[in-house]
Nanobody, 118 residues
Framework: QVQLVESGGGLVQPGGSLRLSCAASGFTFSRYAMSWYRQAPGKERELVADISSGGTTNYAASVRGRFTISRDNAKRFMYLQMNSLKPEDTAVYSC????????????WGQGTQVTVSS
């Protein structure tokens, strides 16, 4: 059974940090490109960052320099380290898996809420 399970979301003050995790099971994680998406209320879902099976990373302009995506193939985990968080980063963050960067995506997680507020 394929599963992608996100964790690590929560409420944080502006300028704070969070680390999101995505646990993968049921497929050959090391062969898949992985992505973090987010969707804020009333807005379209947007790509935050992605990482190829080989470790090449890409970031949305809005998070570059503040967020870091990484993966641990041995543990079957992907991470998103988020620093200098802003209120506009508030969204549900989801992880996704694809055979190549930018999809099409084969698997999605349920998402974890990140709220940046004072």
């Amino acid at each position: 059974q394929v599963q992608l399970v996100e964790s690590g979301g929560g409420l944080v003050q502006p300028g704070g940090s969070l680390r999101l995790s995505c646990a993968a099971s049921g497929f050959t994680f090391s062969r898949y490109a992985m992505s973090w998406y987010r969707q804020a209320p009333g807005k379209e879902r947007e790509l935050v960052a992605d990482i190829s099976s080989g470790g090449t990373t890409n970031y949305a302009a809005s998070v570059r320099g503040r967020f870091t995506i990484s993966r641990d193939n041995a543990k079957r985990f992907m991470y998103l380290q988020m620093n200098s968080l802003k209120p506009e980063d508030t969204a549900v963050y989801s992880c996704a898996a694809a055979k190549q960067l930018k999809g099409p995506y084969d698997y999605w997680g349920q998402g974890t809420q990140v709220t940046v507020s004072s």
